[in-house]
């Protein structure tokens, strides 16, 4: 059995290299901006452009922006696509000593139901985090040439400002946040809350403006983390825990016995899938340790309730059904229980994974294709097994199952 665990260990190693060899080289996040984009920057009073970035993987906003360091004064341009009906766009700088959202001075553009565009300054705060009205109000930036308008051949809508920095903002470190929604309050110049995926958590960096570089960038550092922790996920608590339950219903002697020692096969498959699954379990605590300014609780919660259960359901198998015993009934509900919390365990499973992939905004791409192959031929398997299962079953039942002998003997 250990031996085969190892031969196993071995093929998801290769499996998962293989994965992230492949999924590694399609990482890139942030770009030089666009063609058109830089040319209308220069257009528009950015000549000599210090800093021009397209953030890809958060909403595709595109920041422009020029330094004359004499003088300190800051000309940006920041456009995005609002491509609903209604629509926000905010960039602003953070006088504090990250880069969130908290204590942001905003510059926000808004878009409204009948068309209008408007435009103001917001302190973004604390009460804004937990839901407070986001109304106009004082900033601590000199702002002026502030202006909110629709480009029509980039389909983009673009804040422009000129901003006189403060001393207390140091422009080899500087601080900006970007942001963009779809709820706007009616009549009202209010921006609400914006989306909760990856795509708008990961909108803000630390930027040196004299060599036009972002550095400290958590999309960056993390991403491809967080593709090891997902491919973990999906390999462990996805495809290895099912492929075992499978084993143990449909392999074990009904409707014949495929596969005479069975028990091998399923403790091995639970055992390695436990492991890959634990581990991306760990990942996944210590990536949402290093996200300070915001959490996924559900998914958290979800998957910590998983790697609990799995936890139990190896524990009291390994450790305690082997000894014999002759207290059957004891047994009996043991194994209720293994197998009730199992199945449960494969439903929650499906449902974080896709939790997961959704707030990485990856079912635009092709890993939820990809996971949903991989369950569509688990559950094809599963569900062809039950079929002759059942069909042998009733067969036997009501002894239709007749070979020439027994025909003979009944006519
Ligand atoms: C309209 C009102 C707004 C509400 C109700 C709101 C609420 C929130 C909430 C609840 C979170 C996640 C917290 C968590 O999961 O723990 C968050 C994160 C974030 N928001 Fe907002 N937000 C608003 C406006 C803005 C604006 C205008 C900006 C940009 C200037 C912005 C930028 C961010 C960023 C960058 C994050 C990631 C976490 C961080 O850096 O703190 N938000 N927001
Ligand atoms: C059943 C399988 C899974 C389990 C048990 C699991 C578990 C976890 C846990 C415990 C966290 C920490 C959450 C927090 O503290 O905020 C987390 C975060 C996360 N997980 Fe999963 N996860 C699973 C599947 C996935 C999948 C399939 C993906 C994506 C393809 C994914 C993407 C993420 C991301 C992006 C984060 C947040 C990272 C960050 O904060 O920067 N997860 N996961
Ligand atoms: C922004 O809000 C914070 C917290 O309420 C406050 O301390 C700060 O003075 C405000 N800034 C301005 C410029 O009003
Ligand atoms: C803002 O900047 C302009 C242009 O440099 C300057 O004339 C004005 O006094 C500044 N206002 C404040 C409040 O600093
Ligand atoms: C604001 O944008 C509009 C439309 O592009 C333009 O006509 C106007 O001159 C701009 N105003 C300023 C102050 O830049």
């Known amino acids: ?3 085969m665990s190892i031969s196993a260990c071995s093929v998801i190693f290769v499996v998962v290299f293989f994965y992230l060899s492949v999924f590694s080289f399609t990482n890139i996040h942030a770009h030089h901006c666009s063609e058109k984009f830089l040319s209308e920057a220069k257009q528009r009073n950015l000549i000599n452009i210090t800093f021009c970035k397209k953030y890809v993987e958060s909403n595709g906003v595109e920041i422009a922006m020029y330094l004359r360091e004499k003088s300190r004064r800051l000309d940006i341009m920041v456009g995005a696509m609002l491509e609903e009906q209604t629509g926000w766009l905010a960039w602003g700088l953070n006088p504090g000593p990250v880069a969130r959202m908290v204590g942001t001075q905003a510059l926000i553009g808004i878009k409204t139901r009948n068309g209008d565009l408007l435009k103001d300054k917001y302190n973004i705060t604390s009460y804004t985090k937990i839901g407070c009205q986001l109304l106009p109000s004082p900033i601590d930036l000199n702002i002026s040439n502030f202006n909110f308008s629709y480009i029509n051949y980039l389909q983009y809508h673009v804040i422009q400002a000129t901003i006189i920095l403060p001393m207390k903002y140091d422009v080899s470190r500087l601080n900006h946040v970007w942001q963009l929604g ?3 309050a009616v009549g009202k110049e209010q921006p609400m809350m914006h989306p909760k995926g990856l795509r708008n958590y ?3 960096e630390t930027i040196n403006l004299r060599t036009g570089k972002g550095r400290g960038n ?5 991403s491809r983390i967080r593709e090891v922790h997902g491919i973990l996920n999906i390999i462990g608590w996805g495809t290895l ?7 143990a219903r449909n392999f074990r002697g009904f409707p014949l016995p495929w596969l005479p020692n069975w028990e091998k096969y399923h403790i091995s498959c639970q055992t390695v899938g436990y492991i890959v699954g634990a581990t991306g379990w760990a990942v996944g605590i210590w990536l949402g340790k290093a996200s300070k300014y915001y959490s996924f609780p559900k998914h958290a919660t979800f998957g910590t309730c998983i790697f609990a259960f799995a936890t139990i359901q190896i524990v009291q198998m390994v450790f305690f059904n082997f000894k014999p015993g002759n207290h059957e009934e004891i047994r009996m509900y043991r194994r209720m229980f293994h197998h009730v919390v199992g199945y449960s365990l494969l439903v929650v499973s ?3 994974i896709l939790k997961g992939i959704k707030i990485m905004h990856l079912d635009e791409t092709y890993w939820l294709p990809a996971y949903y192959g991989i369950g569509g031929c688990l559950a094809f398997i599963f569900i062809v097994f039950e079929i002759v299962s059942w069909f042998k079953f009733l067969c036997d039942k009501f002894k239709l199952w007749m070979d020439p002998v027994s025909r003979l003997h009944t006519k």
């Not at 825990?241 to 084993?247: E, F, Q």
């Open 182 to 184: 779809i709820d706007v």
């Open 241 to 247: 825990l099912p492929i075992g339950v499978i084993i």
């Open 202 to 204: 990961d909108s803000t």
């Open 350 to 352: 499906c449902i974080n």
């Open 1 to 3: 059995m250990i031996e």
């Open 218 to 222: 958590r999309v960056h550092t993390s």
